[in-house]
């Protein structure tokens, strides 16, 4: 049995409509905005990205996101510091790339070990910090 709960209001034809989301679909749906916003600072701190490359690596991995959600992605974790933008110019069009801040990357390091601890019990049942890495 599936656990329904959350009435979410849609429009369907002009009216509104309210379909329930189940409790996994809620789960599942936060956990991957998490991880969207992890893959990103994972990223930056690799080297400079920008929206479209960031789109085409989560695509890679079977995740399309659109612009939509990325772009406003983007400018939240700038306005929280974790990045930073700077313009180039690219074939004639500017481009905005993104770096990971020294803020930013305290931020993720914190998140990956927490992130390793919680899978190591969550996946694979051990206390944490008990695996070999």
């Given at each position: 049995m599936e656990v329904l709960y959350e009435a979410?209001?849609?429009e369907r034809g002009?009216?509104?409509t309210q379909a329930r989301v189940s409790h996994k679909s809620q789960i599942c749906?936060?956990?991957l905005?998490?991880?969207v916003e992890l893959f990103v600072l994972q990223r930056a701190g690799r080297g400079p990205v920008y929206g479209v490359s960031l789109s085409k690596?989560?695509?890679n991995f079977g995740y399309d996101i659109s612009p939509?959600?990325?772009?406003p992605l983007l400018h939240a974790l700038?306005?929280?510091?974790l990045l930073h933008c700077h313009i180039r110019e690219v074939g004639g069009r500017v481009r905005k790339y993104y770096e990971l801040t020294d803020e930013g990357r305290s931020c993720l390091v914190e998140v990956q070990q927490d992130l390793a601890d919680l899978?190591?019990?969550?996946?694979?049942?051990k206390k944490p910090g008990t695996a070999n890495r």
């Amino acid at each position: 049995m599936e656990v329904l709960y959350e009435a979410k209001t849609t429009e369907r034809g002009g009216r509104k409509t309210q379909a329930r989301v189940s409790h996994k679909s809620q789960i599942c749906r936060s956990f991957l905005q998490g991880m969207v916003e992890l893959f990103v600072l994972q990223r930056a701190g690799r080297g400079p990205v920008y929206g479209v490359s960031l789109s085409k690596a989560l695509h890679n991995f079977g995740y399309d996101i659109s612009p939509g959600s990325l772009y406003p992605l983007l400018h939240a974790l700038e306005e929280k510091k974790l990045l930073h933008c700077h313009i180039r110019e690219v074939g004639g069009r500017v481009r905005k790339y993104y770096e990971l801040t020294d803020e930013g990357r305290s931020c993720l390091v914190e998140v990956q070990q927490d992130l390793a601890d919680l899978v190591e019990e969550i996946i694979f049942e051990k206390k944490p910090g008990t695996a070999n890495r």
